[in-house]
């Protein structure tokens, strides 16, 4: 918001409310997307949606097609995350990061980086100083977070194929400069497709902030974000991913930006 006055929506996109609800989507699907928000929320529209596919997370996101379209999109209720959580759960100060989740998946898709498009968020009055939000991507048909992918592996180690696909995702984020501070196993969503490709995407990207591009300290950081969570998983789950695979992973990621960046985003 600048001068009082919410900033202008990006090309493409439009706004399909403003008030006491804020919402923002793609222009072309404008009016299914509004048809939606007569549910109350988009989060209410998918709860309730005799179709939905449910996933549960930090939160329980919702998979459902857009009224009288046969686009699907995760509707997905933003929440803190955190030693604060129980406490400030999904009100948020201000306008909320769905606004800025939409800018930088926009910056991350120009970049080269994997991410869902953000087809549309919304923002609700709560409380005189905070708000709600809802934010909808376009669903991955058939992808599952990396955990899931990793327990559903048979054997104790990483296929190539992934471990392919998850550093092409990293080094695409060097490239880009953005550093994802909750870059764990339950935000990259794994995808294989008919004849072997396999692409790893990464969600959640209302906190990224960019770095200047091919800076070793975004690799550094990203990696390490991740590796913590493959041995957090290891240590309390039972994750079957060892040492090896972890290396691997990095190994990968050097050996892409030492060849200057050149790699698919989706492994063959």
Do not use: C
Not at 238 to 257: H, K, Y
Request: glycine residues 8%; aromatic residues 6%.
């Amino acid at each position: 918001m600048k001068n009082g006055r919410r900033e202008a929506p990006p090309a493409g996109y439009e706004r399909l409310a403003d008030g006491a609800v804020d919402a923002v989507g793609l222009a072309d699907l404008a009016e299914p997307l509004r048809k939606a928000l007569e549910a109350g929320s988009f989060y209410e529209y998918a709860e309730h949606h005799p179709d939905a596919r449910i996933f549960a997370g930090r939160g329980i996101t919702y998979a459902v097609p857009l009224p009288e379209s046969s686009v699907r999109v995760v509707v997905r209720r933003s929440r803190h995350g955190g030693l604060l959580a129980p406490v400030t759960g999904e009100r948020f100060l201000g306008r909320t990061r769905a606004p800025r989740e939409l800018r930088n998946a926009l910056r991350l898709e120009r970049n080269g980086v994997a991410t869902p498009r953000v087809i549309a968020y919304a923002t609700y009055a709560d409380a005189p100083l905070t708000r709600r939000a809802d934010v909808l991507t376009a669903e991955a048909e058939g992808a599952r977070d990396l955990a899931a992918e990793i327990m559903a592996a048979e054997g104790s180690a990483l296929g190539e194929d992934l471990v392919t696909a998850v550093a092409a995702l990293l080094a695409s984020m060097t490239i880009a400069g953005a550093r994802h501070p909750d870059l764990n196993i339950k935000n990259i969503l794994i995808t294989r497709y008919d004849g072997g490709a396999v692409q790893a995407q990464v969600i959640d990207v209302d906190r990224v902030w960019f770095d200047r591009p091919y800076i070793s300290r975004v690799t550094e950081r990203n990696l390490r974000r991740l590796t913590r969570s493959l041995e957090k998983w290891r240590r309390l789950h039972g994750l079957r991913v060892d040492d090896f695979d972890i290396q691997s992973i990095r190994d990968a990621v050097e050996a892409i930006l030492s060849d200057g960046g050149d790699s698919p985003t989706a492994s063959e």
